[in-house]
């Protein structure tokens, strides 16, 4: 099974701060999925990132793919209270079908104080 | 427009018993999956499909079945309770050939006593 090694496992700030969430492994992902998830429900994904240095924007995250395609990274800028959840890094193995090995790292809390 | 439905929302169990946690999505999506999700361990594959009669098993298969008999319905069934399956159960659904999961449930809450 390949890992996907996520950091911080919580984060605690004030809204308008700024953060960075990383997703690290030693093995190469094909693509790189992330989601929010909020309590009692399920994960809604974000984005998917697929080519090595790919950056995308959404709003006031902004999603990066590594060059070598092992590691994300996601920025919030000026976080709100709304940013408040459960962020997930999820990896597609690089190779084959390997659609029943997908990798979930194991999540970061964010939390926004107003 | 509901997307993924996961019934019951929360059940309780005796160890033994054997139960059915129903999922249905009404997207016509070809892949689903089932999840469970652990404190500390993010979520981990159970078992997924990738088109009605077609299963296969994912990273933590034990103690659990599948079939899909239609594209809309994936039940997920609990052939005999342990407490180590105790955890929250999540089904998802793409659309996109091998793609990662794109809509999930809300999930089952499940305790085994």
């Known amino acids: 099974t390949q890992l996907l090694e996520q950091s911080p496992q919580f984060l605690s700030i004030q809204e308008g701060e700024n953060l960075t969430v990383y997703c690290n492994s030693s093995s190469v992902f094909s693509s790189l999925q992330w989601y929010r998830q909020e309590p009692g429900e399920g994960p809604v994904l974000l984005v998917t990132v697929v080519t090595g240095g790919e950056v995308k924007k959404l709003k006031r995250l902004t999603f990066q793919f590594g060059d070598a395609r092992k590691d994300s990274s996601l920025h919030i800028t000026a976080a709100q209270p709304g940013d408040t959840g459960l962020y997930l890094c999820a990896g597609k193995p690089s190779g084959g079908t390997s659609y029943g090995k997908l990798t979930f790292g194991q999540g970061t809390i964010l939390t926004v104080h107003p | 427009n509901a997307g993924v439905t996961q019934t019951p929302k929360f059940q309780v169990l005796k160890t033994g018993q054997s139960m059915t946690l129903q999922c249905a999505q009404d997207m016509n999506h070809e892949y689903m999956s089932w999840y469970r999700q652990d404190p500390g361990m993010g979520l981990r594959l159970i078992h997924y499909?990738?088109?009605?009669?077609?299963?296969d098993q994912g990273e933590v298969p034990n103690g659990y079945n599948v079939s899909r008999s239609t594209t809309e319905d994936f039940p997920l069934r609990l052939l005999s309770a342990a407490p180590s399956q105790t955890s929250v159960y999540f089904c998802?659904?793409?659309?996109?050939?091998?793609?990662?999961?794109?809509?999930f449930g809300d999930g089952t809450r499940l305790s085994i006593l």
């Open positions: 998802a659904s793409s659309e996109v050939t091998g793609a990662q999961p794109q809509h």
């Open positions: 499909s990738v088109g009605a009669g077609i299963t």
